[in-house]
Every structure is written in C-alpha cells, then in structure tokens.
C-alpha cells in the first residue's frame, strides 16, 4: 500500500531518507580528506622555512605552497638564486660562512637583501630573461644554464665577501631544472629519473627534520644548537626522536611528500646562523658522528630525511602530518 505523501509516515521517511543521504555524503566527504589507511598521524607542523638564495638566512614563513621543485613563499621557491665563483662554481657556507648574516626579505614583486656593513639592495622577483644574460652554474656535479643577476648585485656581493669575481645566479622558471637522479652519491639512492627535479638545492626539494630529533641531539652537547643549524624546511612536532627516520610518505593537507634518503651533514652545520662563524670544535657534528653514523652512509652522520614531492599543496605552521611507513629504498653501491 502506497503512502500518501502528505501523512505523517510518508514525511517521516522522507526526512530519514534525507538523513541517510546526507550522513552518507559527509561519510565519503570525510573519507576523501582522511588519508589512507596505512597513513598514521605523526605529529604537527610547527615550524616552516624558505631558502630563496642557497646559503643565505631563511625566511620563517607560517604557510608555503609545496611545489615540485621546493616551498614558494610570497612569489619566491626555496634556493632558485646562488652565489658562485668567476668559474660558475656555486658557493656556500662551507666556503663562506658569513652567508649565514645576509638576509632575504621579499616586498611585492623585489626581493631586499640586508648583510652587516652593507647597505641594502634590491632584485626583481622575476627579472627579465635575455639571451646575453644567460649564464652557466655548477651545483654539486650538475652544470645548467642560469640567468646572471646583473653586474650591481655582483659587485655587491663582492665588497661584502672580499673577494672578486663572484656573480648571483637565479634559475627562472623557464630554465632547465637538475634531474635529482643524477646526483652522484657514494650510495643507490631513489630519485625517479625524469620525475624528481630540483633546481640549485644540493638534492632535492624538501629537508624534513623534528624538533624531539634536536631535542636528542643538543641533550649530548654542552652548548645547545638551534633549528636553524639544519637548514630544514618543515618541522615536525609531537613523534619520538628520529622517528622521521621511517617515513616514507608524508600527507600534509593536500601535499604529499616522498622520502629519498636521510641528510648527511657536513661542517655546514657547525656554522652559528647568528654569527656567521664556524665552531671551533666542529660541532654539533663532531657529536653527531658518535651516534648517527648508519649504512649506507659511511662517514657522514644523518639527520633529518630528503623528500621530493608527489602531489602539490599549502601547508601551514600547525597542520597535522600523516606518514606512511617502511624503508628507504637506499643501498651501498
């Protein structure tokens, strides 16, 4: 017998019926933004850093938008300008510890760059590309092709280290990118040829490290070291110390993020980020080569893990961290 659509019994089942459905609706809503169930909460953003210029102070950002070839912040994507030599060899801290002092500050559409007895300059965001202005830079063992960021930010440059010859180089969005793959190591590591690109950073897009790893580390040394030792750009609170070590998949927001392999540190993270100079015992890396030597990796002790990106994204300071577990598909050669 057919309800008359009017009787109580009919709105009755009408309104159920609407219920289910919309309790159905948030259910594969709610499944669309949970991820998979092999992701596991891990912990928080809690901090976020951009390196426009390789080598230079970081900017503290609250979000970035993830891209293929690094966080971008205000119009700018982590280490796409460098400082190199006369023979378009990069420069870092390792040679130049002072980089550390000069800041990066993006107005509008000019980037300000602030160092200690130097007064400020200015570069365009996106400066114009032509064909005299292109130039070559070596980063690591790859060699691109650049724009050149003129003759007054050279000179600039020049005054503040003391030294000739040097030149800032900027990989614009139309220039060839380095195939992170190709990045020579004394170990297989797993950058997808033709997939993970990068443009001046030493490997990849991402560093990820975790202030409870820090908190391990600097409860072995007599003179604690900031965050900012490591140069990372995202975070992590709230997981166990060095439990970045396992994860091979990070889900933040609608980021998602692929591990590489750990980040092997060298003396650039004995440079004080404040000062500007190296520590005359060579720590925290010297402490860190007690503890945080494994296989495959020889001398170089790990700490914090590379990531490449699979699917883009923002991210915000305070963003849970989902991530997927396993082993990083890294071995000696």
Known sequence: MALDSSSPGAIFATLAAGSVLKLAAGYVLRRCQEPASDYRLVGRVSALYCYPIKSFRGMQVQEGECTALGLRCFGVTDRHWTVATANGVYLTQRQEPTMALITVEVKGDIIVLNAPGMEPITLPVNPTITQDRLSKVTVKTDTVTSLDCGDEVAAWLCRYFKR????????????????????????????????????????????????????????????????????????????????????????????????LDSCTRCVLVTVDQEKGVKDKNEEPLSTLKKFRLKEPYGPKPAFGVNFTLDNPGLIRVGDPIYAKYGRHNVSAK
Not at 186 to 195: E, L, T
């Open 164 to 259: 000739d010859g040097l030149r800032l180089h900027f990989s614009a969005p139309s220039l060839e990118k380095r195939d992170c793959s190709k990045n020579q190591k004394n170990w297989n590591h797993p950058a997808k040829s033709g997939v993970d690109f990068t443009a001046l950073s030493d490997y990849c897009g991402y560093m990820v490290l975790s202030n409870p790893s820090l908190d391990a580390l600097n409860q072995r040394l007599s003179d604690p070291v900031p965050i900012s030792n490591f140069r990372a750009n995202i975070i992590v609170d709230g997981c166990a110390p060095f439990e970045e070590d396992n994860w091979v998949s990070l889900r933040i927001g609608k980021a998602e993020l692929r591990a």
